[in-house]
Nanobody
Framework: QVQLVESGGGLVQAGDSLRLSCAAS????????MGWFRQAPGKDRELLAA????????YYTDSVKGRSTISRDNAENTVYLQMNSLKPDDTAVYYC??????????????????WGQGTQVTVAS
């Protein structure tokens, strides 16, 4: 049984930093590209960042480009999202995702093979 378990969410102040973690089990971790998505109330789930199986290729959307870093540790079956300069607009549920995909910029919510349960991030102004 595949499990993706996110952690690291919570309530922070605007301008703070946060590191989200996603621990994977039940899958061959280094066979999957990993991504972070988020979904705010009333909005579609959106891709934020993705990383290929080895960590050599990353992709960021404009929502987080320049203030976030995605990384992975294949020995620990874990993927991270470091987020800096958080804004109230970053408030959302953040999801970890796994997809058997070679080109990370092509990751989409429709193509994801496995999802985590999500972790809430709330940024207070």
């Amino acid at each position: 049984q595949v499990q993706l378990v996110e952690s690291g969410g919570g309530l922070v102040q605007a301008g703070d930093s946060l590191r989200l973690s996603c621990a994977a089990s039940g899958l061959t971790f280094d066979s999957y590209a990993m991504g972070w998505f988020r979904q705010a109330p009333g909005k579609d789930r959106e891709l934020l960042a993705a990383i290929n199986w080895s960590g050599s290729s990353t992709y960021y959307t404009d929502s987080v480009k320049g203030r976030s870093t995605i990384s992975r540790d294949n020995a620990e079956n874990t993927v991270y999202l470091q987020m800096n300069s958080l804004k109230p607009d970053d408030t959302a549920v953040y999801y970890c995702a796994a997809q058997a995909l070679l080109i990370v910029r092509r990751m989409t919510s429709e193509g994801v093979d496995y999802w985590g349960q999500g972790t809430q991030v709330t940024v207070a102004s």
